[in-house]
């Protein structure tokens, strides 16, 4: 994961929504646990 959060860093992006364990590395995560939380923070406006 932490491999992906990285490349995603390199090609700009800020902002990932990611399994609660993650690490962000170079961008801010929002960790989620299951794909129900993942859908509701994307409906947030804090995420978005």
Known sequence: ???????????????????LQA???GVKVSGVARLADAIAKIGDQAFG
């Open 23 to 25: 690490d962000g590395a």
């Open 1 to 19: 994961m932490e491999t992906r959060l990285k490349e995603a860093a390199k090609l700009g992006f800020t902002r990932a929504l990611a399994p």
